[in-house]
């Protein structure tokens, strides 16, 4: 049996995972869960949201479903996910976005995904205080790191059928650290001449996106405007309870939802558990089990378009009902 860590976060996490473990045992495979805490409920006992033995448990099983962990603000700890994407150098986050059966949306036939940097840019946490009215933030971009996610984006597009990857900066303005994230995406593409390329400034591509973001395949952006987007495209789909993301390195890969751990409704039985579920589907076709990944994504597509939607979608199922809806067309 196959063991894999679990996160179950805070906020919405545990009602979430709660769902998707028991719609995966529904669906008849068998996971043996190493069940990790972290985040704002463990500082009391353990003094930091990220332990080490979550780290090693991650190790150790090569490949994690994390549910959203909250870090406390203004507290001195850094970011429960940046740490764990930089200390396990998740390079790559993938978001895909793609319309769902029964989610009506501004446009159709949406399908594309975002490829962000995870480890550097104004996330590497370099900060000063010059005095009491400036700050700085360091914004890091190596070479090292664009050539990895450039790499991973058209390996991707070339694995998955895409055919387009478009590089997102504002290197007319950041010349020197988006300038070499630009200078590094045309150096990669010319390993890939069957990929086609595009270039476009991050602001343009917000404007474009909002007016047909069907004319858009793989986008590949440094974290800070990876984050900013991928949010705008979760909203494209239907918002935060659908949107699913993976962060990917080469010795580990941790898969988790776009949204964060949603205190405004925390144990209300209200949270959309989608998107952590199409989460946990990629995560099982990232680790071979394609048949049971195919059985949980036609039963949630079947009951979407059946028209069962928790609130956030403008339903009024709960997350238990939604939950069983999904078992019970498990077929
Ligand atoms: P973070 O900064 O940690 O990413 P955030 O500020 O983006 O968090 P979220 O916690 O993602 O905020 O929540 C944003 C909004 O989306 C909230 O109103 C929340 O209730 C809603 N939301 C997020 N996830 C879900 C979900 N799975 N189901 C229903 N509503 C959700």
Request: with cysteine; aromatic share 6%.
């Amino acid at each position: 049996m196959r063991t894999i860590t679990l996160i179950n976060g805070d906020g919405i996490g545990p009602e979430i995972s709660k769902s998707v473990v028991e719609i995966i045992k529904a669906s008849g495979l068998d996971i043996d869960w190493d069940i990790q805490t972290a985040g704002e409920d463990v500082i009391e006992t353990e003094g930091v949201p990220l332990p080490n033995r979550v780290l090693d448990s991650i190790k150790k099983n090569k490949i994690a479903l994390k549910a959203p962990v909250t870090t406390p603000i203004g507290k001195g700890f850094r970011s429960v996910n940046v740490q764990l994407r930089k200390d396990l150098d998740l390079y790559a986050n993938l978001r895909p976005c793609k319309n769902l059966p029964g989610v009506a949306t501004r446009f159709d036939n949406v399908d594309l995904v975002v490829v962000r940097e995870n480890t550097e840019d104004l996330y590497a946490g370099v900060e000063e205080q010059i005095d009491e009215n400036t700050a700085h933030s360091i914004k890091i971009i190596t070479r090292k790191a664009s050539e990895r996610i450039c790499k991973f984006a058209f390996d991707y597009a070339v694995k998955n059928d895409r055919h387009e990857v478009c590089v997102v900066t504002k290197a007319n303005i950041m010349k020197l650290s988006d300038g070499l994230f630009l200078d590094t995406f045309r150096q990669v593409a010319q390993n890939y001449p069957q990929i086609k390329t595009r270039e476009i400034l991050v602001d343009n591509l917000c404007m474009q996106l909002v007016q047909d973001p069907t004319r858009f395949d793989v986008l590949v952006l440094p974290n800070l405007y990876g984050d900013i987007v991928s949010d705008l495209t979760a909203g494209l789909i239907g918002g935060l309870g659908v949107a699913q993301g993976a962060n990917i390195g080469l010795e580990c890969a941790v898969f988790e939802p776009v949204h964060g751990s949603a205190p405004d409704i925390k144990g209300q039985n209200k949270a959309n558990p989608t998107a952590l579920l199409l989460s946990a589907i990629e995560m099982l076709k990232y680790i071979g089990e394609n048949v049971y990944a195919d059985k949980i994504e036609k039963a949630l597509f079947k009951t979407l378009a059946d028209g069962n939607k928790t609130a956030d979608l403008g339903g009024s199922l709960s997350t238990t009902e939604f939950t069983a809806k999904i078992i019970a067309n498990l077929g």
